[in-house]
C-alpha cells in the first residue's frame, strides 16, 4: 500500500508550483511501507479531513478583509469545504495568521495555537505574518509567525488576492492528504516526555 | 506652516480652561506627544470650535526631561484621556491629575519610551509569557505644596464579576480586548485594552524618506486607505507649497468616495452579521466587489490601493473607469432599496439598535467622535464641509446628521451618505478636466521647517496628519490622529447600562478599525 501523490478534483497536478516539497513527503512516508487496512483508513480519513478544513476566524488587520471576501459569494470558499469557520480553537483544524502579530499579540497567538487539537495546521497569510512585511523594521512587530509556530503554507502578498487565498488553500489540502493519520506520523509537538509514576502525584 | 502658542506647563491647565469656557474650544482634534531631544519633552494640542470651526494650535513643553510631568487636561475633554494614555505609553510623559496613568498600546513590563530618540530596542525582546492583567492603577496627584505623589485606585473591585471579551473574538472587528464588569447582564464598567496590533508605524516614519511613509498609510485604516493617503500627500502638499492640477482633486474626490461607499458597505455587512442575518453581510460583500473591481482597473489594488502620490496620484483612471462607475451607480440604487428591505426595516434589526448606546451630542464632542457616530448623534463634524479640500466646496451635498444619538441613527447615517457620495461622484464623473496626472517630484524631498495639520473626512471620521519637519528628508515627527481611537475611548460611555449583547450591536454600529487605533 503506497501513499499516492495528492489529486485536486480540478486543477492538474502538473499546475502546481512547488510539487517537490509534496514529494518529498510522499516518499519519506512510504519508506517504510505501511499495512494496507490501515492505509485504506487513511485514505478515507484523510479524503474527509482535506475536504472539510475548518478555519479558526483569527484576523488582525487587512489581510482580514480579504479572508472575508473569499467567505462571500463571489470567491465563495465553500466550493472546497473550507466555509466552516470557528470562533473557537477547540474546534478548529487549522490557524489562518491572517494579518500582522505585534509582540503584544505573540503569547495570544501561541496560546491559541496551543488550546488546538491536533492535527493542526497554519497558514501564514501575507507579507506580515511572513516575515514582518513593511513593518520588518518596527520596534512591536514580529518577524514572520514562523518564529513561534511551525507553519505549513505561506501565501504571500499585500494583502494576498483571493485567487491567491484559496490556492494556498488548496496546496494545504494537497499536503493533508499526504499523511499517515494512525501512529503519529504527522504530529509537530512532541510528545510530552512520559513522567514517572512514583505514586506522589 | 501652521501657527503654534506656547503655553507653561504650570499655566497650561487653567488656560485650557479658559479657551472652552470663554473661546468654546470643545473639540480636541488632535493630542500628539512631541520628543523635542534638549528642549525637552512635550504635547501638541490642536483644538477647535465645534460651532465657529476656528482653530487653534497650543504647544507645551515639559520643563524637566528626565522627570516630564504636564498637568492633566482630561477633565477638560473626555477624548484627552486615551490620548494622554498614547502619550504616556509613547514618550513617559506624565499627566498629573490624570485618573489612569496605565500604559495604552505596549505590554505593562516594555521598558522604556519607544517614541522617545534616544529609545534603545534591544531592551526589549519578545517575551512570550502571558501578560498579566492588573485590576488597578496609578495616578499622579499634586499636592498643595507643589509636590507630587503617586498614587493606586481600582480599576475593577474584587467582587465585581468580569467578563473578558477578546483579544480574539468574532465580533470586536479585529484584535481589540474589552474588560467588562458585568452585573447579571447590565454592563457595569468596561475598560478598554489596546495595542495587540499596536505596529509602532509612528516610528517607523521617522527613519522614512517622505514617499516611503505613504505606504503605510493605507494599512492603517484599510477600508479608508484612500482617505488616509490623500491625507498624508494632501499635508505635504500644503507644506511643500504644491498645488495639484484640478484633474488630480476630481480622481482623489471620486476615489475617496467611492472608497467610502465601500466602506459603508463593508460596515453594513459586518453589522448586519454581527446581529445574526448573514443573507445580507452576502449582498454586502457581493456589491463591494464591483467597487473593488474599479479601483483594481486603475490602481492594481484591491484593498490596499498604493495611488496618491505626493503631487498627483500613481496612475491615469482607466480607460473605462468614468463608464465602469456610472454603470456602478445606476446599479447599487436597486441594491439600497434591498438593503432597507432585508434588514433596515427588519423588526428584530430594529429593536436590537433602537435606543442602544446612546451618545450625547456634548459627549461625542468632547470625545471627539467624529464621523458616523458623531453626526448620528447631532454634530455636524464632517471635516469635508468644516475644512472643505479636493473638491468638496465645489460639489452640493447634504451632510447626513440625525439628533438619536442611538446604534440605530449610527446605522442610518451610513447608509444615508453611501446615497450622498453616489451624488458627489455623479456630480463629477463626467467632468474631469483633462490635464497632468502627477506633478514631477524629486525622489527625495525636504519639507521647510515647521509644523503642519491637515485632516480628510475618513470613511468613520476626521483623519488627521500631524507633520514636524525639521527641513530634512526623513519627518521628524509623524502622528496620524486615529478615528477610531476616539470612538473605542467612547464605548464605555455608550455602552454603560446597556446588556452584555448589545455591546456588540454598539461595537458593530461604532463601526471602528482596530490597526487604525493602535498604528
Not at chain 1, 467567505?71 to 470562533?87: C, H, K, L, N, Q
Not at chain 1, 490556492?167 to 494512525?182: A, H, T
Request: net charge negative.
Amino acid at each position: 500500500m503506497e501513499i499516492k501523490k495528492p489529486k485536486i478534483k480540478s486543477i492538474q497536478y502538473e499546475e502546481f508550483k512547488d510539487n517537490e516539497s509534496l514529494e518529498n513527503m510522499v516518499k519519506e512516508l512510504n519508506e517504510n511501507g505501511s499495512n494496507v487496512i490501515v492505509g485504506v483508513l487513511d485514505d478515507v480519513i484523510n479524503w474527509g479531513r482535506s475536504n472539510s478544513l475548518w478555519s479558526l476566524t483569527f484576523a488582525t488587520s487587512c489581510c482580514g478583509i480579504e479572508f472575508m471576501a473569499i467567505g462571500a459569494a463571489r470567491y465563495d470558499f465553500a466550493r472546497f469545504g473550507f466555509e466552516v469557520t470557528r470562533a473557537s480553537p477547540r474546534q478548529a483544524d487549522l490557524i489562518m495568521v491572517a494579518g500582522t502579530i505585534t509582540d503584544k499579540m505573540a503569547p495570544v497567538l501561541k496560546r491559541l495555537y496551543d488550546q488546538m487539537a491536533d492535527p493542526k495546521y497554519v497558514v501564514a497569510v501575507g507579507g506580515c505574518a511572513i516575515s514582518g512585511g513593511p513593518f520588518k523594521k518596527s520596534y512591536h512587530v514580529l518577524n514572520g509567525v514562523d518564529k513561534i509556530l511551525p507553519v505549513d503554507v505561506y501565501i504571500p502578498g499585500c494583502p494576498p488576492r483571493p485567487e491567491a487565498l484559496l490556492y494556498g488553500m488548496i496546496q494545504l489540502q494537497r499536503k493533508v492528504k499526504v499523511e499517515k493519520f494512525f501512529g503519529g506520523v504527522n504530529k509537530k509537538e512532541e510528545k510530552p516526555k512520559n513522567k514517572v509514576n512514583d505514586g506522589q502525584d | 506652516m501652521d501657527k503654534i502658542n506656547e503655553i507653561e506647563a504650570a499655566a497650561l491647565h487653567d488656560e485650557m480652561l479658559r479657551l472652552k469656557e470663554e473661546k468654546h474650544m470643545d473639540f480636541l482634534r488632535s493630542l500628539t506627544g512631541v520628543d523635542w531631544q534638549e528642549n525637552g519633552l512635550g504635547v501638541v494640542y490642536h483644538l477647535e470650535n465645534s460651532e465657529t470651526q476656528e482653530t487653534i494650535t497650543i504647544k507645551c513643553v515639559a520643563p524637566n526631561r528626565e522627570k516630564p510631568e504636564i498637568p492633566t487636561v482630561s477633565d477638560i475633554w473626555k477624548g484627552a484621556d486615551f490620548n494622554e494614555r498614547e502619550v504616556y505609553d509613547f514618550l513617559g510623559i506624565v499627566f498629573i491629575g490624570h485618573p489612569d496613568m496605565r500604559r495604552l498600546y505596549l505590554r505593562d513590563d516594555w521598558v522604556g519610551y519607544p517614541l522617545k530618540k534616544d529609545y534603545d530596542d534591544s531592551l526589549n525582546p519578545l517575551r512570550m509569557t502571558n501578560e498579566e492583567t492588573v485590576d488597578s492603577t496609578k495616578y499622579m496627584e499634586e499636592q498643595p505644596d507643589g509636590s507630587v505623589i503617586e498614587k493606586r485606585q481600582a480599576i475593577f473591585d474584587e467582587d465585581e464579576y468580569i467578563i473578558n471579551i477578546g483579544p480574539q473574538h468574532p465580533a470586536t472587528h479585529g484584535v481589540l480586548r474589552f474588560r467588562v464588569a458585568l452585573e447579571g447582564e447590565i454592563i457595569k464598567k468596561l475598560d478598554v485594552h489596546c495595542g495587540y496590533i499596536h505596529r509602532g508605524i509612528e516610528k517607523m516614519c521617522e527613519s522614512l524618506t517622505y514617499q516611503q511613509t505613504l505606504a503605510l498609510t493605507d494599512r492603517l485604516d484599510y477600508l479608508g486607505a484612500h482617505q488616509n493617503r490623500h491625507a498624508l500627500c494632501m499635508c505635504v502638499e500644503k507644506a511643500m507649497g504644491v498645488e495639484v492640477s484640478e484633474r488630480v482633486q476630481y480622481i482623489r474626490t471620486i476615489m475617496d468616495e467611492l472608497q467610502r461607499i465601500d466602506s459603508h458597505l463593508l460596515f453594513f455587512s459586518c453589522l448586519c452579521m454581527d446581529l445574526g442575518a448573514l443573507t445580507a453581510f452576502l449582498y454586502g460583500f457581493r456589491d463591494r466587489e464591483k467597487i473593488l473591481d474599479i479601483f483594481e482597473y486603475t490602481t492594481g489594488g484591491r484593498l490596499i490601493q498604493n495611488y496618491n502620490t505626493i503631487g498627483g496620484v500613481q496612475a491615469d483612471i482607466a480607460p473605462d473607469f468614468v463608464e465602469k462607475v456610472k454603470s456602478f451607480l445606476t446599479y447599487l440604487r436597486p441594491m439600497l432599496k434591498e438593503y432597507n428591505d432585508v434588514f433596515t426595516g427588519n423588526i428584530i434589526a430594529q429593536q436590537r439598535m433602537k435606543g442602544v448606546g446612546l451618545l450625547s451630542k456634548e459627549d461625542a464632542i468632547s470625545f471627539g467622535a467624529t464621523g458616523g457616530t458623531g453626526r448620528a448623534s447631532g454634530w455636524a463634524c464632517d471635516v469635508r464641509k468644516r475644512h472643505p479640500y479636493a473638491m468638496y466646496d465645489k460639489v452640493d451635498f447634504k451632510q447626513i446628521v440625525r439628533t438619536e444619538g442611538d446604534s440605530y441613527a449610527r446605522y442610518l447615517v451610513r447608509i444615508d451618505e453611501i446615497v450622498e457620495s453616489m451624488r458627489i461622484i455623479e456630480q463629477l464623473i463626467d467632468n474631469i478636466p483633462a490635464g497632468e496626472y502627477q506633478q514631477k517630484m524629486k525622489p527625495i524631498i525636504k519639507v521647510p521647517e515647521g509644523i503642519y495639520y491637515s485632516a480628510v473626512e475618513g470613511s468613520r471620521g476626521e483623519f488627521g496628519v500631524f507633520l514636524e519637519s525639521h527641513g530634512e528628508k526623513y519627518p521628524y515627527r509623524l502622528k496620524f490622529r486615529s478615528t477610531g481611537l476616539p470612538l473605542v475611548s467612547a464605548m464605555e460611555t455608550m455602552s454603560r447600562g446597556a446588556k452584555i449583547a448589545d455591546l456588540i450591536a454598539i461595537g458593530g454600529t461604532v463601526d471602528y478599525v482596530v490597526p487604525d487605533i493602535d498604528r
